[in-house]
């Protein structure tokens, strides 16, 4: 059985900057923070947005914190968000970064000189499987289609991702094949810097098939431009109840990725506790419900030592596949 285990209790939750400290008895003695702020690494509609504005939308509507602010600032991989943060500590105690996988996964390779041991670790909420998905007028409908035209063509039948060579579309998708009897490093990879990109590729048949986090494949599924043709789960999943699992077809494998919330240095005791409860209470409420039903996410959350212990062993199972696939 091949599984990257990239969120066991997974992660994200999060707050951020302006805040200032509630008063008691506000929202029947339930709000913790009057404002938070969000630091998302890339842009617009990514993965990082979706799950840092989903979490403000929660914590404003359940009334644990007042008002929510967000600021996407993309660059170097998730790299420059990273950097602003640390060189400039002192400033954003009240500041939350949202992360997930790669951040383990560029830190190994280089892209950026940190790692997540340079920063608070605040907890994880959520983690999102991954998918291949293919396009609505494929031939394509199961993962044994997908496999059938790889063997028939292997050079004809490549794989995109919104992801660089060795990162995690791509360690994905060859997880996956590698799992269904495949030569991992034989499989045709061609990254996209653009989910529009990927699609149009897609579309065209520059490529046979999509790796893509499952919240995003439900979105176009919905939309009427893919089939998911197998998701990374080891049940199949509400949000999408008709799409088959790759255990279910026989590809005995699983992956979720976390996403989570990171202090800067030295984040104060009180902040950190603060940041902790109201991410904590937010489970229980049926507006956090709605938001994580609506994007397909599952609950795993940890917090403070234990999201390090987390973070730890996803490094060496990511850091392992890595090196067998000739990236470190």
């Keep these: 059985m091949t599984t990257l285990k990239l969120g066991r209790r997974a992660l994200i939750a999060g707050a951020m900057a302006a805040m200032t400290f509630a008063t008691p008895g506000i929202a029947e003695g339930e709000k913790v923070l009057d404002s938070i702020h969000f630091l ?52 954003n105690h009240g500041t939350l970064m949202v992360n997930s996988t790669p951040i383990v996964i560029r830190s190994l390779t280089g892209v950026f000189p940190h790692n997540f041991r340079d920063l608070t670790l605040v907890a994880g909420t959520i983690g999102d499987y991954a998918a291949i998905v293919v396009g609505k007028d494929s031939p394509v409908n199961s993962m044994s289609d997908l496999i059938a035209a790889y063997d028939a063509n292997p050079s004809k039948t490549a794989i995109g991702g919104g992801s660089v ?15 269904a009897g495949k030569d991992a490093l034989a499989v045709k990879y061609i990254p996209y810097d653009a989910g529009g990109k990927a699609m149009a590729a897609l579309l065209s048949g ?19 431009e893919v089939k998911i043709i197998g998701v990374t789960a080891n049940e199949r999943v509400a949000a999408a109840p008709d799409a088959m699992t790759m255990k279910e077809q026989g590809i005995d494998t699983t992956f979720v990725n976390w996403r989570g919330f990171f202090g800067a240095p030295n984040l104060p005791a009180d902040q950190l506790a603060m940041y902790q409860d109201a991410l904590a209470k937010m489970y229980d409420t049926p507006e956090w419900e709605d938001v994580r039903a609506r994007n397909g996410w599952v609950n795993i959350h940890n917090s403070g030592d234990d999201f390090k212990t987390f973070l730890e062993e996803q490094e060496q199972v990511i850091g392992d596949l890595m090196r067998k696939m000739g990236f470190l």
């Design 40 to 91: 998302i690494p890339g842009g617009a509609g990514g993965g990082w947005d979706g799950t840092a504005r989903g979490t403000g939308e929660a914590l404003t509507k359940a009334g644990l914190v007042g008002t929510a602010s967000f600021e996407n600032m993309s660059g170097g991989g998730g790299g420059k968000a990273i950097g602003f943060l640390i060189e400039n500590a002192d400033s």
């Design 165 to 179: 060579p060795g990162g995690m579309d791509h360690l994905v998708a060859a997880m996956v094949m590698e799992a």
């Design 206 to 224: 520059e490529i046979a098939a999509l790796s893509t986090g499952f919240s995003e494949a439900v979105d176009l599924a919905n939309a009427g």
